[in-house]
C-alpha cells in the first residue's frame, strides 16, 4: 500500500503565507505526476498545481505567480509554497500522486487525506 503523509498549512492571513508538504511511502516504484488539489465550500474539486517526475509544473491561473509547487524525486516529496495567500485560497486541499508500484504496469492514483487551509482577510 502508499500513503501520502501530509504536511503544513493551518490558517494564515490575507497576503501571508503557508506551505504544504506531501510525502509518499509504501511500495513505490515510480511515481509520475504528483500535486495538490483543493475544493472549497460550493466549488468543485480543481487541480492547484501538478508537477511531473521531470520537473515541469502546472498550474491553475488562479495561483500563478503566487505558489509554486517543488519536488525531490529522491525523497517521493513534493512542496507547495503559498504566497500573497487571499481568502479566496480557503478550501481542503488535498495531495494526490500518481505511483507505479513494483510489478504493476498501471499506475495507481492515491490521494492523501487533506487538509484544511484558511486565509481570513
Known amino acids: 500500500q502508499v500513503q501520502l503523509r501530509e504536511s503544513g498549512g493551518g490558517l494564515a492571513q490575507a497576503g501571508g503565507s503557508l506551505r504544504l508538504s506531501c510525502a509518499a511511502s509504501?511500495?513505490?516504484?515510480?511515481?509520475?505526476?504528483m500535486g495538490w488539489y483543493r475544493q472549497a465550500p460550493g466549488k468543485q474539486r480543481e487541480l492547484v498545481a501538478v508537477?511531473?517526475?521531470?520537473?515541469?509544473?502546472t498550474y491553475t491561473d488562479s495561483v500563478k505567480g503566487r505558489f509554486t509547487i517543488s519536488r525531490e524525486n529522491a525523497k517521493n516529496t513534493v512542496t507547495l509554497h503559498m504566497n500573497s495567500l487571499e481568502p479566496e485560497d480557503t478550501a481542503v486541499y488535498h495531495c494526490?500522486?500518481?505511483?507505479?508500484?513494483?510489478?504493476?504496469?498501471?499506475?495507481?492514483?492515491?490521494w492523501g487525506q487533506g487538509t484544511q487551509i484558511t486565509v481570513s482577510s
Open positions: 508537477t511531473t517526475r521531470g520537473g515541469k509544473s
Open positions: 494526490k500522486a500518481e505511483v507505479l508500484q513494483s510489478g504493476s504496469s498501471r499506475y495507481l492514483e492515491v
Open positions: 509504501g511500495t513505490i516504484f515510480r511515481i509520475n505526476d
